[in-house]
């Protein structure tokens, strides 16, 4: 081997070994179906800085104070990036925090781990193994919640999706709301590998709110009846590809306009912005563009309506099948 020959294959031995090197410590974040396993990411470390969780206070804790600490946990937890009516600035992400960390403090073990996993305040993923394997103590010992936030935390996940698919149906089995409402948005899209089943999804949703007065997660329900007026919306807007103005949107009858109105309206009430208002300016700017007065009429029929969830529900599902 000449001199020039010897740095070189020292040169490249050493970025032989830094490449295995590194492979080695890549090898532990490869996880089933090429999903970057959340407990080994780098970006999602073990959360560190909580104090440790009184289950004293657990035992204390009232089943009615429990209840309505699941209900807001559950109305925020699809939000805990973005921005809800309850916390609808960007700075207010501390706040939210804040307030989990106070149901804890009062011995909610549901809202501890939700923080063991995600930080609002940082916008931060943490570790889910150790928080995972909790929850599924606590729903083998009859913690319908806890089967409910599975889905609510790790949802899509493949790592997790046998488990927290488990016992989000027996949550749903065993009536929690949550779990009922979760589980039939997922078969009304036909979502998460579940086959689609209208009916059956209509049917979990409406019991469940029916039964617990859980508004959040409404958006599901307004999509499901709106579809026909997204079939026939063209990319472009309110105008054709022709410059014809699209009017009717698949709306029908007069009822189907206010009852996805009428869901949209309780879908803001939990959310930071006005979803049911795009309903409206539809509704004026066609009835100004194409002189339609029935669409005048439909518009100031609703403009001034407050719906509740009760009379959402009581105006029924509509055309179960599409």
């Not at 916390?87 to 403090?105: G, V």
């Not at 609002?120 to 943490?126: E, T, V």
Request: charged residues 25%; contains cysteine.
């Amino acid at each position: 081997m000449s001199a020039t020959q010897a740095p070189r294959s020292r040169k490249l031995r050493a970025w032989l070994v830094l490449l295995l090197a590194l492979l080695a410590l890549l090898a532990p974040v490869v996880s089933v179906g090429g999903y970057v396993a959340f407990e080994c990411h780098p970006d999602d470390p073990p959360r560190l800085d909580l104090p440790p969780f009184d289950s004293a206070k657990a035992a204390r804790l009232s089943p009615q104070k429990r209840a309505a600490y699941e209900q807001e946990l559950f109305s925020e937890i699809t939000r805990w990036r973005l921005g809800s009516r309850r916390y609808p600035n960007p700075a207010d992400s501390a706040k939210r925090e804040q307030r989990w960390m106070q149901m804890a403090n009062d011995g909610f073990e549901l809202a501890y781990i939700t923080l063991r996993m995600v930080s609002p305040s940082q916008l931060q993923r943490y570790a889910r193994g150790s928080p995972m394997k909790r929850l599924v103590q606590l729903s083998e010992q009859g913690d319908t919640g806890a089967m409910c936030l599975m889905s609510a935390l790790v949802s899509g996940n493949p790592k997790y999706a046998s488990t927290y698919k488990k016992w989000l149906e027996r949550g749903a089995a065993l009536g929690h709301p949550e779990c009922m409402i979760r589980l039939g948005s997922k078969l009304l899209g036909g979502s998460d590998g579940y086959p689609k089943d209208v009916r059956r999804g209509l049917a979990l949703q409406f019991d469940a709110r029916r039964k617990s007065g859980y508004s959040h997660m409404a958006g599901s329900l307004a999509r499901h009846f709106e579809k026909p007026i997204r079939k026939l919306q063209p990319q472009t807007g309110l105008r054709r590809s022709d410059g014809t103005l699209v009017l009717d949107l698949g709306y029908g009858k007069r009822a189907d306009i206010r009852r996805v109105y009428c869901w949209r309206q309780v879908q803001s009430q939990t959310w930071d912005r006005d979803t049911a208002a795009a309903i409206l300016r539809r509704l004026r700017v066609g009835a100004s563009l194409d002189d339609r007065p029935e669409l005048r009429v439909i518009y100031e029929d609703l403009r001034d309506k407050h719906y509740t969830l009760e009379d959402c529900l009581n105006m029924g599902m509509g055309e179960q099948s599409e």
